[in-house]
């Protein structure tokens, strides 16, 4: 116990200093010391927190517990979670450092007054190795997809991962899963109790594996799906004997899984789902996904990239809403947290850009931003079309310095923090850490 | 002229964008005026002599490629793909295809994989992961115009041996390449290469993708070819900003 205060208390000191010093946002380093000093500190802070809801998946973590935190938060109920992709272990235990009083780590008992729930994003590697440790009320898995393959292998090996992760979870945990998902039905073989799940009807994610002929019949469905604009989209939730008609300011398809997802842990967790419109209304989205700001009358868009599947869906929504006058900026970085082999962009359908007839050249950076040319290069956009900027600021500048109405940027996840970064630099938006 | 390109199990062997190797001959022929045709081959599909101009192979997943292997054996597209190699037609496998064009793959567990005995090499598996970006100086064989260096991303935990080391694609420079032990990369068989390297491989090498459309047609049409020179400033810089990276 002593060891566990002296770790959290020096990763509060962390935290105290990164914050003061704008270092960064807090939300790995003190947990990363905490872990050196104390390895077990999240096993034993487990017992005194409250109940814990478990997200995982390839795509869409980050906006759905940003989604359900917020639905629970206005519903009243005092949640802890982890920020902004923090969703390894040490970003766990940075949350719990970072959101719970120092008082309440010397008497734990009290942690359990003080917060109703907790909310944890987890990396889909990283899943085996901290959710038995955690006593969860629910886990969600969204999806499977082939990612970074230097860093999680092939989809076959994490599914057994999570395979045998589940047969030492406790059975009171639901399982909540996306059944239009055909790799993830693959683990209903290892849990005893009976799965949540939910799907939706007549609309399909590129690279989704979906059964052939029948349907595993889900108990959320989102369907009347109308993608009306990059701030609207409606659609009609049957789930159970209810049927909710939603306005969601989150565009894309693979939004309505997140919302669904996120809807569906909602209605275990009892919240007045009639209430959903009204929370849509206020939801600002998360870092760089969907992120919308605007700076001298142009209008930015961030939407981060980071795997095939993922992108594709991006390019998609781009192309439904791009006009001839808007601009967009693609950002390729190797870094280990992007994924060091770029060869995941000759996946990507870049090919739906080579119609667009924009007027603005797209601009290219990154590290890697030569092999983002050449992949637009052979997906049949003229070369002179393209301006390669490897430098991320000076690539920035030149969207500042032209005269396109509204800029569309999609960087990989290193690149995105970078991009914050000059935002915040520039002043267009305040501590790059904040959701 | 035209070209039909058969890509082999696009399906199951497709985890590592290796489908821009495809893309990548196909705009550069398509570039020049070459029509090009490309067919889709599988499981339980039937593959006819004759009608393929290069053969492309990907890598995939350990449980497809065990799928994979029964199907080259049973269906006798191993038999029918090497034949066709024997006579001239180019092919390109990289990683998974290239373990199967071997002699054959021995698990870490179970049974060995048989292979097409295409490549004369065998791949062993390893519990060693040899993951990053790779460096090689090709073969002198392949004449390669500019220079001689190919640059790609490796992923792979089999290792791969081959029984003439002068068969190699190339010496690693940088890199782990065939088996991480005797800076061997690839091989390359009469017009068939395959070896580790995605990336996608053909798009940063253009002098390589030319070589196998020149082959290609070279074979097709039982004639010297000359190719139109393409513009490759940009192909050229992503390859060189690489092989920064390793003089660093």
Known sequence: MLKLIIAIFVGKIILFFTKTLKFGGGSTAPGFYALKIDPCSIEELSEFLPLSIIITGTNGKTTTSKLISYFCEQSGLRVIRNRSGSNLERGVLSALIEQIPFNNFLNPSSIRKSFDLCIWEIDEAAFYQISPKINSLAILFLNIFRDQLDRYGEINSIISKWNQTLTKISQKSKIVINSDDTNLLQILKNIQTQPVSFSITGEKIKGESRIKGKKYKSQATATNIQLLSLDQTKFDLIIGLKTLHITSPLPGLYNIYNLTAALTLADILNLDLTKVNIWLESFSPAFGRVEKFTWKDKKFYLLLIKNPAGATEVLKLIKSYITPHDQLMIALNDKFADGQDVSWIWDADFEKLNDLKLKYKFVLSGIRAYDLAVRLKYSGIEENHLIVEPDLIDAFNALIKSDSERVFILPTYTALLSIQKILTQKKIKNYYWQN | ?248
């Not at chain 2, 020179?229 to 940009?234: C, M, P, R, V």
Request: with cysteine; charged share 25%; proline share 2%.
């Open chain 2, 1 to 248: 002229m035209k070209l039909t390109i058969t890509y082999l199990y696009h399906d199951l062997m497709n985890i590592y964008g290796d489908t821009g190797n495809v893309i990548a001959l196909s705009k550069r022929a398509s570039w020049r005026g070459i029509d090009i045709e490309v067919k889709n081959i599988s499981v339980g599909q039937k593959l006819t002599k004759g009608l393929s101009d290069i053969f492309f192979f990907g890598g995939g997943q350990d449980e497809q490629q065990v799928k994979v292997s029964e199907d080259l054996v049973s269906t006798k597209k191993g038999e029918i793909i090497k034949e066709e190699v024997e006579k001239g037609v180019p092919l390109l496998a990289i990683c998974g295809g290239y373990q199967l064009l071997g002699e054959y793959y021995q698990p870490i567990q179970g049974k060995n994989l048989q292979g097409v005995s295409l490549f004369p090499a065998f791949t062993i598996a390893s519990n060693r992961r040899m993951i990053g970006n790779i460096l090689i100086n090709a073969s002198s064989k392949l004449m390669l115009e500019k220079n001689n260096c190919l640059v790609g991303f490796e992923n792979h935990s089999g290792k791969t041996y081959l029984k003439n080391k002068d068969q190699a694609l190339g010496y690693v420079k940088f890199g782990f390449g065939n088996n991480g032990e005797d800076q061997t990369e690839g091989c390359i068989i009469k017009n068939a290469i395959g070896c580790y390297m995605h990336g996608s491989l053909l798009p940063k090498n253009p002098d390589l993708t030319d070589w196998f459309i020149k082959k290609a047609l070279s074979y097709k049409y039982q004639r010297e070819i000359t190719l139109k020179k393409l513009d490759n400033t940009l192909e050229e810089q992503a390859q060189r900003q690489l092989i920064k990276r390793f003089e660093k």
